[in-house]
């Protein structure tokens, strides 16, 4: 039996209708549905139930023509969910009737093979499909975030290489602190980024075990071949108690813990460029295609991107602290708060991928004013530190040597002028330690060239850092999508929110 029209069947009602003599009122089963949230499973969904039905043929639980009824028919609903219309040439869409995506998939699928369609949820629950479903979408998701996170970080470090001699301001408490370089600022940055991958990885791995098989709580009575239908969806390893396979959602809670970081990673970055977007700083000048004007004030160029990426992070920690709330009193197993989940983890995710992506497009195409920041390192006492670090090394105790630069900072202020610009006098007042190269010692550029520490902000080790930056992005490239992955984000565009 084909059907690729409009689906009427009764094979549509609540796959739990049989218990009940009337059906759900119309605003109970728009209350309580998830198909707007997870219809954008819909591919894993078809891949599970492809696994499921092999590993039911295996073990003799149905027949080998079963089997491929029902992949013949799984594989053109995805067929059709990809192009959009079904073999003829109507448009196919999701029922958004339907309870969840799981009850439309296996009822379009009965509507189109038959009897064997009602065949493939045979040893499972919708418990353990849904865990499943999320497990599966999770890990492909995480490869999404991690390629476009590897991404900035390439571009950061690209950055980094340009302006590896170019001054800026270091500031501790919004105020000069040291000098560095624009290049040892951007990789701060990164590193950032890079610690995101490497939680985002660590999560990996435990989201990468399969629950099918649990059932609803109990696991099942019927011989299933768990680690069979685990390797065909290639799983690292299969969860060891059912109970705890269908009430667990650590994976989104660890995943929403991560996303919340790598967003106040992009809010602190955010932060620092609409500081430096000011005509106060004008460090960066944002491309005009990632900025804004005003409806009022002719002459604004606004960092609204910049702002919304900040302002974002509330709303992604908002939705991680709804799920770790959502799961703090529900007793095992399996309770309906869980269907909860998706709506504040996919809000998170696509909150954060989309501003990395933007993120990275407005720092690749950004002017720097190096010009501005290295004419801000010079005065504003950047350079005090270094006082300190020369009479060190002539042998001072470094408390002695404090109070030392203190008290020329204090001079300078007093005849408002700049630490150079002291008269060597002065400096002599001071210390007998001082000689004449003490003026060479506290240019700029010097207080950045000496500092050769690992992590410093010297030219060389900034190179070192760009190289460590371009080989983790470069070593640790993500798994390639297929193009057919690559398709789900159209296919979420063409039914999600639909």
């Given at each position: 039996m084909q059907n690729h029209g409009t689906i009427t069947s009764d094979n549509h009602a609540a796959l739990w209708h049989g218990r009940f003599k009337e059906g759900p009122d119309a605003a109970a089963v728009a209350f309580e549905t998830s198909i707007f949230d997870d219809m954008r499973m819909a591919m894993v969904d078809i891949e599970g139930s492809i696994a499921h039905a092999k590993m039911l043929s295996k073990t003799g639980l149905i027949s080998k023509q079963e089997e491929d009824s029902i992949v013949e028919g799984l594989l053109s609903i995805k067929k059709d969910l990809l192009n959009g219309k079904d073999a003829a040439g109507n448009p196919f869409k999701v029922d958004t009737s339907a309870e969840d995506i799981h009850s439309f998939i296996e009822a379009t699928l009965t509507d189109r093979i038959g009897e064997p369609g009602k065949k493939v949820h045979t040893g499972r629950s919708r418990n353990d499909q849904i865990a499943l479903d999320e497990r599966m979408y999770l890990k492909h998701q995480i490869k999404m975030?991690?390629?476009?996170?590897?991404?900035?970080?390439?571009?950061l470090a690209d950055l980094a290489a340009t302006y590896k001699n170019s001054l800026i301001p270091g500031f501790t408490h919004m105020q000069h602190a040291q000098p560095v370089t624009l290049g040892h600022h951007l990789c701060a940055w990164a590193w950032m980024f890079t610690r995101d991958i490497d939680r985002l990885r660590d999560a990996y791995k435990r989201i990468d075990v399969s629950p099918i098989g649990s059932c609803a709580l109990a696991g099942s009575g019927l011989p299933l071949d768990r680690q069979y239908e685990a390797d065909l969806l290639s799983f690292a390893a299969v969860s060891q108690n059912s109970l705890d396979s269908v009430s667990d959602r650590d994976y989104y809670l660890e995943t929403s813990s991560a996303l919340s970081l790598v967003q106040m990673h992009l809010s602190r970055a955010c932060e620092e460029i609409v500081l430096w977007s000011t005509t106060e700083f004008a460090f960066i000048e944002l491309s005009e295609k990632w900025s804004t004007g005003s409806s009022i004030m002719p002459q604004k160029k606004n960092p609204d991107f910049a702002e919304i990426i900040r302002g974002k992070t509330g709303r992604v920690y908002g939705d991680m602290i709804a799920l770790f709330t959502m799961m703090k009193g529900i007793p095992l197993s399996y309770d309906r708060d869980m269907q909860e989940d998706k709506s504040s983890f996919f809000d998170a995710y696509d909150t954060v991928i989309s501003s990395v992506r933007i993120f990275t497009q407005m720092v690749k195409t950004a002017k720097w004013n190096t010009e501005k920041m290295s004419e801000?390192?010079?005065?504003?006492?950047?350079?005090?530190?270094?006082?300190?670090?020369?009479?060190?090394?002539?042998?001072?105790?470094?408390?002695?040597?404090?109070?030392?630069?203190?008290?020329?900072?204090?001079?300078?202020?007093?005849?408002?002028?700049?630490?150079?610009?002291?008269?060597?006098?002065?400096?002599?007042?001071e210390s007998d330690l001082f000689e004449k190269d003490i003026f060479n010692v506290i240019l700029p550029e010097q207080c950045v060239a000496i500092r050769k520490t690992i992590g410093g902000p010297a030219p060389e080790m900034v190179e070192k850092q760009i190289e460590a930056l371009k080989t983790f992005a470069s070593s640790n490239k993500s798994e390639d999508l297929s193009s057919e992955e690559d398709d789900w984000d159209l296919i979420f565009e063409n039914y999600y929110n639909k």
């Open positions: 975030l991690e390629k476009e996170l590897l991404n900035l970080v390439s571009v801000l390192c010079y005065g504003g006492f950047l350079n005090a530190t270094d006082i300190a670090d020369y009479l060190v090394r002539k042998g001072m105790p470094f408390r002695t040597a404090h109070g030392v630069s203190a008290r020329l900072v204090r001079s300078a202020i007093d005849n408002n002028c700049k630490l150079e610009d002291l008269p060597f006098d002065a400096y002599i007042k």
